[in-house]
């Protein structure tokens, strides 16, 4: 009697595994942990072969059957059907990267699989792959002068059969081996405007910079220093100007944690002048084209270089490291500093819960920031820090 998606939907699963049966050799495997495996059964001279077709409800009840059939209808001319990869890495994609990771990290890893892997190894299937046939993809790339890009391909490939282990379609992960032979990237650092001087022209040049919504763009991310995905992606709805603060919601953040900027009086005028160009729209900053998206991510680098900075001089995302080094210098507490660029803690949880961590202390830190690059631009006295203390 064939399965139904009621029947399978409700499948508990037991003490020890069991298997719901389709017909024709097509069964859903129910194991203890409550997990669900589609298998095609075929016969090859009187010996029972088990192919895994993929796990449910990734893959339906529609689609398995016609995996099955596929499976089945030319065994002996076309040889024993097997899992590809292919089919497994859309499974982890779907299942395992679009639900919950950031926009810039899905498209990250989008990038990588169609440019890098799928095109290689798509249609082998999944227990043929070597560690030679993946150190020679991340060869490739790494050949190229891409050691980031080889490193990256490697870690999602190696991805995928931890996600193929952990649904026992395979035993091993060939790309583990891998990553000793391969060069490792060397780590990269943002390059950023350092030095009090530095900064002042850096600011003088914005300030002059012809494009009003750019210039306010690159003002608000030099108050801020938020990501550049942060700025660019800014609702009005996420600023609550009485209380001065700007609160990003966990979804655009890359830690996945809702974000609290305590906002300078600088900033609030640089939301003021905004407010003229964009507050009727979604967005501080949308396109050129009023199609409903944002700034393009590649406006402010064209600015900075149009303004006279090289790429390795300063981007986009060194406004961050500028503001870093620079509060770093003048001894701010690193825990205040590291909170306020939402970089990850060892205490998840407590950050989960607690937004307004060091509040009282950012809030002094971002006033002082935004009092610094004034001075730093109009040449006048750095002002003095004012204490700030941690309560343990």
Sequence with gaps: MSLTEFEIKNAKPKEKAYSLSDGRGLILDIRPNGGKFWVARIWIDGKEKRRGLGTYPEIGLKKARELNYEVRKAPY????????????????????????????YVKAVSLSLNKH??????????????????????????????????????????????FAIASDLVKVNPATSVAKAMQAPKEEHYPAITGTEAIGLL???????????????????ALTFCRPIEIRGAKWEEFNFEKKEWLIPAERMKMRIDHLVPLSRQSLVVLQELKAISGDNLLLFPSARRDGRSMSDGTIRVALRTMGYERTDMTAHGFRAMASTTLNSYEWPPDVIETQLAHSDSNKIRRAYNRAMYLPQRIKMMQWWADYLDAARTGKKIPRKPNVTIKL
């Design 203 to 221: 600011m003088t040049k914005i300030d002059a910079y012809d494009g009003l919504l750019v210039r306010l763009a690159m003002k608000l991310s």
């Design 117 to 162: 892997i799928l095109p290689k190894l798509k249609a082998i299937p999944l227990d043929e792959i070597t560690p030679g046939i993946i150190l020679g993809i991340c060869q490739g790339i790494a050949d190229n002068g891409y050691l980031y890009a080889a490193s990256r391909v490697r870690q999602f490939i190696g991805q995928i059969f931890d």
């Design 77 to 104: 001319s076309q040889g024993e059907k097997k899992l590809l990869f292919g089919v497994v890495a859309e499974n982890w994609f779907n299942k395992k990267i679009q639900p919950d990771k950031s926009p810039a």
